[in-house]
């Protein structure tokens, strides 16, 4: 059977529809090539058009047992065949483990210049009651799904005065759920306080956590360039420079981000909420480490994912929705840990091409046919230019030269 990287686009799709994977109706959403008119000018304002990025699959990323197919919608030509690679060497050691914790979002009503004497604390305590009755008000169906608003504190932040709401958004992200509980919050407390609220916004930082973990056999990642331990040695010594290095991390979350902002964005997720919670979390330190344990390289990463399963563009986007099924996520906990595993593989394709051959040998070839393409080539002219830009004339005059010769010969 050809490889499933070899196939064409169709091919693949019939061979995750005999897997069980996809199913047809679902083929069927993922060839077409755009939105609805309707849905795309009602997501957008002042709409003049669609962006069309590729979807590519990270195949069979396997986290705690189960086996999953991962929607990625990226345009850098690597990232969906270094994903592949990291679960298959992850594969190769029993897969990826991970868990979440569970899943709430945080909103804040914020007050300005209450006196710090605890009356403000006295009335919230007083009416603590009240104050829960108007969240589930502003969201009876929340409630009924064994969501809503599950805790609320008051702290005190310099001359602020804050109610943190800790909201409970079941299948959702919980963004809308926890505004609209907020400014409902908002409205009574103004009213209990005698003072309007400065602003009731949820906040993008995120304190519940996904882990990962992966333990690798250093046989199994050995390379052409290198034996299993020394490859594993020096991934642990990239782990340690993203350490201590804060150029070098950068580039090491850039690589994890590579992979779970492919993923977040094909199944309609809110990128810019996650990065956010990402970059809050990790104050510019790595979001992985890998570790020499005994004879084993451990890999761990840790870091917030804010997604949902349900809700906003997910359920207006049918290729979201598709890329959900295809993934078997039907629970945030399920996206989150596969988001993390596939971060923390991704990551690991990267460090292994790092301490082997260095990245550019994978890239360039596929960097070869993106010039190939932005010369005009199509069909099989792509691949047939790609082939001839060598290292030392892989740029677009020469991709545009050897499309004119091919043409000129055909
Ligand atoms: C390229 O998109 C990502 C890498 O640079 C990540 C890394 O260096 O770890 C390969």
Known sequence: MTKFYEQSPEERRAQLIAEGALTALDAECLAESGLHADVAANLSENQIGQYAL???????????????????????????????????????????????????????????????????????????????????????????????????????????????????????????????????????????????????????????????????????????????????????????????????????????????????????????????????????????????EGDQLVGRIKLPLPVGVVGGAISALPKAQAALRLGGFDTVANLQMSLAALGLVQNLAALRALAGPGIQAGHMALQARALAMAAGATGTEIEAVAAKLTPKVRDLASARQLLNELRGKQ
């Open 54 to 292: 590729p979807i590519g699959v990270a195949r069979n990323l396997t986290v705690n047992g189960v086996v999953r197919q991962v929607a990625m919608a990226t345009e850098e030509p690597s990232v969906v065949a270094a994903a592949s690679n990291g679960a298959r060497l992850a594969n190769l050691n029993g897969g990826v483990k991970a868990s979440a914790e569970p899943h709430r979002v945080t909103a804040e009503v914020v007050f300005d210049g209450l006196a710090n004497d605890g009356d403000a604390e006295r009335v919230m305590a007083q009416h603590r009651a009240l104050l829960f009755a108007v969240a589930e008000t502003a969201h009876p169906s929340a409630v009924k799904r064994g969501g809503g608003l599950k805790e609320l504190t008051c702290v005190r932040r310099g001359r602020f005065f804050v109610i943190q709401l800790t909201i409970d958004p079941s299948l959702a992200m919980g963004a809308n759920l926890a505004n609209t509980i907020a400014e409902a919050v908002a409205t009574a407390a103004s009213g209990l306080l005698d003072q309007p609220a400065l602003v009731a916004i949820l906040t993008n930082g995120s304190s519940e956590l996904v882990r990962a973990e992966v333990t690798l056999s250093p046989a199994t990642i050995a390379t052409k360039a290198g034996n299993g331990a020394a490859i594993a040695a020096k991934i642990a010594a990239l782990s340690d420079l993203a350490q201590s290095d804060p150029l070098r991390v950068a580039t090491h979350n850039k690589g994890i981000m590579n992979g779970i902002d492919a993923a977040v964005l094909a199944t309609g997720n809110d990128t810019r909420a996650v990065a956010a919670a990402i970059s809050a979390y990790s104050k510019g330190q790595p979001l992985s480490t890998w570790q020499l």
